[in-house]
Antibody, heavy 122, light 110 residues
Framework: QVTLKESGPALVKPTQTLTLTCTFS??????????ASWIRQPPGKALEWLAR???????FYSTSLKTRLTISKDTSKNQLVLTMTNMDPVDTATYYC??????????????WGQGTLVTVSS | QSVLTQPPSASGTPGQRVSISCSGS????????VTWYQQLPGTAPKLLIH???QRPSGVPDRFSGSKSGTSASLAISGLQSEDEADYYC???????????FGGGTKLTVL
């Protein structure tokens, strides 16, 4: 059974660095072909993909946010980590981690965490 | 501004068939498969359709997906009240080298 759960601060101040952790079970990010992403959703708005990390440690970032994001994994702990620097009130959102499954040429997010709401305010 | 374009809202009465469109470009929908997610209020998105037209186990066959060129569609037949949710399309973009989502469509069952 695959599960993912995000954790981190509910409130951060502007200019601070946000660190989020996704603890997962039921799969390993060291397994060939496995991938995982962070996705966020501001209140009442659409989903926005942030970053992806692959089993071989290859990383991909949102073009608009890449200078502020770092994604990493700890396969021994089954954890995925996202850091976002220089937080701003517009970064207030629910942050999700999701497993990316690929079959042939098709990939998709088949399991999602419950999400964690991060509010940026002084 | 989302890379994939969806209508902000759609509606139908119970039993009706509704369709939600998702417009992209040659670097995303035109080249890669499309995924649809359903998001009920206050919950995380749930995989609804993958690989453009495949339903995961447990998803009713009332839901179907299709693609033509750089546009995709989600169709829901026999509309039910529990289908009231937000629906998002997504695809990998080869130019942006990242995932892109639609702006979401809020489906109301009248």
């Amino acid at each position: 059974q695959v599960t993912l759960k995000e954790s981190g601060p509910a409130l951060v101040k502007p200019t601070q660095t946000l660190t989020l952790t996704c603890t997962f079970s039921g799969f390993s990010l060291s397994t060939h072909g496995m991938r995982a992403s962070w996705i966020r959703q501001p209140p009442g708005k659409a989903l926005e993909w942030l970053a992806r990390i692959d089993w071989d440690d290859e990383k991909f970032y949102s073009t608009s946010l890449k200078t502020r994001l770092t994604i990493s994994k700890d396969t021994s702990k089954n954890q995925l980590v996202l850091t976002m620097t220089n937080m701003d009130p517009v970064d207030t959102a629910t942050y999700y981690c999701a497993r990316q499954y690929c079959s042939g040429n098709s990939c998709y997010f088949d399991y999602w965490g419950q999400g964690t709401l991060v509010t940026v305010s002084s | 501004q989302s890379v994939l374009t969806q209508p902000p809202s759609a509606s139908g009465t119970p039993g009706q068939r509704v369709s939600i469109s998702c417009s992209g470009s040659s670097s995303n929908i035109g080249t890669n498969t499309v995924t649809w997610y359903q998001q009920l209020p206050g919950t995380a998105p749930k995989l609804l359709i993958h690989s453009t037209n495949q339903r995961p186990s447990g998803v009713p066959d009332r839901f179907s997906g299709s693609k033509s060129g750089t546009s995709a569609s989600l169709a829901i037949s026999g509309l039910q009240s529990e289908d009231e949710a937000d629906y998002y399309c997504a695809a990998w973009d080869d130019s942006l080298i990242g995932w892109v989502f639609g702006g979401g469509t809020k489906l109301t069952v009248l």
